[in-house]
């Protein structure tokens, strides 16, 4: 029992710090790809925004401030071992307390409102408010949590269709284009585009949302869907909506997909943006309780 | 493509001056205002308490820290997406006066005939970039409907405000335009070779 008491206290310290760290500091796989696009960028509108957003990286880091306003829904993704010493429920819990600790503490803006009244709820919590995602790990006695507080702006831009099984392939990759040119300069490109195929009409879409999750410069482990994921990248940024959507040559910085196995005669298509300021930070907990915080996961 | 500086409020003559594509840097005072706020102004129809004539709206919920009654210190202010605020477009121009709407994102071509007709602009600035955009707030001097906290109406101070982008002058036309109508062009070029 202690050890659990203690084990819930320890997951909640690490959810209040882990949603203010991914809120102020942007990861180092993301830092790189902006790099890259600032020395890739053709027009000059599209050029001084990724300078600016290098800029304001970097201003963020010197003042300890928050990255973007926008402090978002707290996302959790969790992958939790069958042997670790804490039930879910209980996880839970702490990553609800976590959450609002660090929004009063820091303070930190709360967005969570009744979808219905639009009152606000309170300090970025509220009924189903974080969201959770739970993988659950055989063999295995660790936990990892990994935060990813998502903004409104780029959550906005977020779209599902019902392919049918003709509209193949090509189905998909026209969907996903149609999608980011009609998004433009709403979800603050050049961002993550998270594409989830297969599954269910529910299930593309958290696929969609837990491709935005992965670091920048990760594939796909099935190599059909990785050479998807690659041909998607080249053609969005053929588009010309450009940063910001003022124009130029980098529209994404990356495309995941996500994928699962389907009925055959279901081909669902969801798109997740994730806006250039890709927030996401993890933490793997032992069942000691031991925290190691990870940047690149 | 020119560069300007403007201060805020401003007058019709300053803002018939700027073309879509040009890069402006704005001081003086800036509003605050975002979706419910603006609800409550159109669709429930209260009368703002701050004056808009001239106004410089920036689409924000800043991150805050109270330290008094009306006084609050700016911990993390930037910008939201403007598209969901389009149809106030109009009744800000011609009921109050309104010359710059800033946001992020641009603002759909609804807004080209209602800036055209008033003398208004539609500023793009770099949306996420909020910690830089702190930096260029010097204070927050007052704060109306608090209870819509934090989409209250915000006055804010500031200097080298930007960079911003004209995506929408007062003469019809708008880079958003332009680079969407491109960048369906291009789409249809890419969706036949698929």
């Known amino acids: 029992m202690t050890v659990a008491t203690d084990l819930q206290q320890v997951v909640e310290d690490t959810a209040a710090h882990l949603y203010v760290w991914a809120l102020k500091d942007i990861p180092q796989d993301l830092r790189d790809a902006i790099a890259a696009a600032v020395e890739r960028e053709t027009s000059v509108p599209g050029r001084r925004v990724l300078e600016t957003i290098v800029r304001n990286v970097e201003v963020a880091e010197e003042r300890q401030n928050l990255v973007c306003q926008d402090t978002g829904i707290a996302v959790y993704a969790c992958r939790v071992g069958e042997h670790f010493p804490l039930h879910p429920a209980r996880i839970y819990d702490a990553l609800k307390t976590g959450t609002e600790r660090a929004t009063v503490e820091h303070p930190l803006r709360s967005n969570a409102v009744h979808t219905i009244t639009r009152e606000n709820t309170g300090p970025n919590t509220g009924h189903r408010l974080p969201i959770v995602h739970w993988e659950f790990i055989p063999d295995w006695d660790g936990l990892d949590v990994k935060c990813v507080p998502k903004g409104s702006g780029s959550e906005n831009m977020s779209f599902l269709k019902m392919c049918v099984p003709a509209d193949g392939v090509k189905g998909i990759k026209q969907f996903v284009l149609e999608s980011i040119v009609g998004a433009g300069g709403k979800p603050c490109p050049p961002g993550i585009v998270g594409v989830g195929i297969g599954g269910s009409a529910d299930y593309a879409v958290y696929l969609a949302k837990d491709a935005i999750t992965r670091p920048v410069g990760t594939r796909n482990s099935d190599p059909v869907v990785a050479e998807l994921e690659a041909e998607l990248y080249d053609l969005l940024n053929q588009t010309g909506i450009g940063p910001m959507g003022l124009g130029g040559d980098v529209t994404v910085l990356a495309v995941h997909i996500e994928h699962a196995d389907t009925h055959m005669t279901l081909n669902p298509v969801a798109v997740n943006y994730q806006c250039w300021a890709a927030r996401r930070a993890s933490a793997h907990i032992s069942a000691a309780g031991d925290v190691d915080l990870d940047r690149e996961f | ?194």
């Open chain 2, 1 to 194: 493509m020119a560069e300007h500086r403007l201060t805020f409020p401003a007058t019709e003559e300053d803002i018939r001056k700027l073309r879509a594509g040009d890069l402006v840097t704005v001081d003086g005072h800036i509003i605050g205002i975002r979706d419910r706020t603006q609800i409550r102004i159109f669709d429930q129809g209260q009368e703002p308490p701050l004056d808009l004539s001239g106004a410089f709206l920036l689409h924000t919920a800043p991150n805050v820290r109270r330290l008094g009654p009306g006084k609050y210190e700016p911990l993390c202010i930037g910008t939201t997406t403007s598209a969901r605020m389009v149809r106030f477009t109009e009744p800000l121009g011609e009921r109050y006066g309104v010359r710059a709407i800033c946001g992020k994102g641009g603002l759909p071509d609804e807004a080209i005939e209602p800036m055209r007709k008033h003398g208004m602009v539609y500023f793009a600035i770099v949306g996420g970039a909020a910690a830089l955009e702190t930096t260029q707030i010097e204070e927050i001097e007052e704060v109306a409907w608090e209870d819509l906290m934090p989409e209250c109406l915000w006055k804010f101070r500031v200097k080298d405000f930007g960079p911003l982008w004209v995506g929408i002058d007062s003469h019809g036309g708008s880079l958003f335009h332009d680079v969407q109508e491109a960048a369906q062009k291009r789409l249809e070029e890419l969706v036949a070779n698929l």
